[in-house]
DNA sequence: TATGCTGTCTCTTTAATCGAGACATATGAG
DNA sequence: CTCATATGTCTCGATTAAAGAGACAGCATA
């Protein structure tokens, strides 16, 4: 069993978004139907342990840097400026895009790293941010290696654009797998094109994904193809680090 | 009043250290006198969160990629590839030390940003690092500039140092105050000094410290008054940017 | 001055947490 | 092989903490 406070409470975090990065009570209280007393008493024990902080003057609540002492630590585990890193710049040399490492987490895809293109016009993503699979090459890719069971569960949620032709869409996850790579055009803004290649754990269940992304006008299938090929070459040794990494 | 529940599960994050990243549920219910049941509910309610997550084979339970995604939202609202950044650069190279911004919160200094000296031998801090203020010149120099009942209280803890000639001691902080900035050598591990000033907002409350540090055979009287000059250069557009960014 | 806000506090009812112990499972020693 | 002792998880009754309505003080605006 779970602890509802301890889950009610956590689940609040998810309101402080770039988009709306700070909140009073009374607006949170608004925002997610829960009686203002409860909303302060909560905020109050974050602020008391340094998740969150309450700025003097406007009483609003802004994300702790408590969050960033824990973030940090992760991310220091993650060791992405170690053995990852240079790969990822080496492709983003050779393909003239910015790549990124996606994770899977959560039945979501977490960016944990990105080797930004030195061309002037690149795409950019920002390090932690998290997606849904449904749409992007990088989580696509995901979703198509995703064990049978826990992918059909994710792609018939409510808030799933599969679901109303699930199973051409399925297929086309299949191919994707047969193929060993995803490409993508413009699914999040129309202006944007992706390549990736899954990163799997030695039993094949799959752990995230490197792609790259770049400007649409810069998309051609022959590129395509051969950017896959430089991501299929760093995919061993991306795949093994990354595998070092989770499991200790 | 504060919520008991989330107070003590919030607490228990204080056990995944980088010296102890990972946790099982009898241990973690030994090292904290707390009943395994209440353990397990808490890391599986953190888990289903993302906040931990449970290593499926070892069942231990780790840092979740949940507290990366908010740490890299509390980085990137401190802008610190911003304004601070490229200064910090500067006194690095001018300073040939390593410089270091650290904030006050919860009566802790929380290391944020770091710009590396360029040679061979430097000290190396980490980012995210939260510290007592009682040693190192970048922690003592904004217990100095603390306001006074704050600091009493600080100095009087239990663990506190301080505490023995507590007369003494304050004057020494005192000075610091009067000098405008603080040095140190060989408070941490015996091989390093540090030289900092303080960082105050327009109505004169300290937000955290400027400093740099470095092998303690290149510290010279000289030089650290030297160094401290190019500190106290930077200090007013650092203690700018710094309110700008903390105040919105 | 009056009327909205705001965050915070008090108090009673309600419901969730606590905590002991049992259980299934895995690991290692005799 | 078996026994002993770990582990994480579950169940259930007693306790206690959280929920939720409302009141209060402070602040801004009209």
């Not at 509802?4 to 909140?23: I, M, Q």
């Amino acid at each position: 069993m779970l602890l509802k406070t301890l889950s009610n409470a956590l689940a609040l975090l998810d309101y402080f978004t770039p988009a709306t990065p700070s909140w009073g009570v009374r607006d949170l209280a608004r925002a997610s139907n829960i009686h203002p007393a409860i909303i302060q008493r909560m905020l109050a024990t974050f602020s008391d342990q340094g998740f969150l902080r309450q700025d003097p003057d406007s009483k609003k609540y802004w994300l702790g840097l408590r969050l960033f002492e824990l973030g940090q630590q992760v991310r220091k585990r993650l060791d992405l400026n170690g053995a990852i890193r240079p790969l990822m710049e080496d492709l983003a040399q050779t393909t003239g895009e910015t790549v990124f490492l996606t994770l899977l987490d959560h039945q979501q895809g977490v960016c944990i790293e990105i080797a930004e293109s030195s061309r002037s016009i690149k795409y950019s993503v920002e390090v932690g941010h998290r997606y849904d699979l449904y749409l992007g090459s990088h989580n696509k890719v995901i979703l198509a290696y995703l064990d049978p069971v826990e992918r059909e569960r994710i792609l018939r949620l409510p808030q799933s654009p599969f679901r109303a032709r699930y199973k051409q869409q399925a297929a086309l996850l299949d191919e994707i797998r047969e193929q060993g790579w995803c490409s993508s055009q413009g699914e999040y803004d129309g202006q944007t094109f992706g390549v990736a290649v899954p990163l799997l754990c030695p039993e094949n269940k799959i752990l995230g994904s490197l792609g790259i992304a770049g400007p649409i006008f810069r998309f051609h299938a022959e590129t395509a193809e051969k950017q896959a090929k430089a991501l299929l070459g760093g995919q061993a040794q991306a795949q093994r680090t990354l595998y070092n990494i989770l499991s200790l």
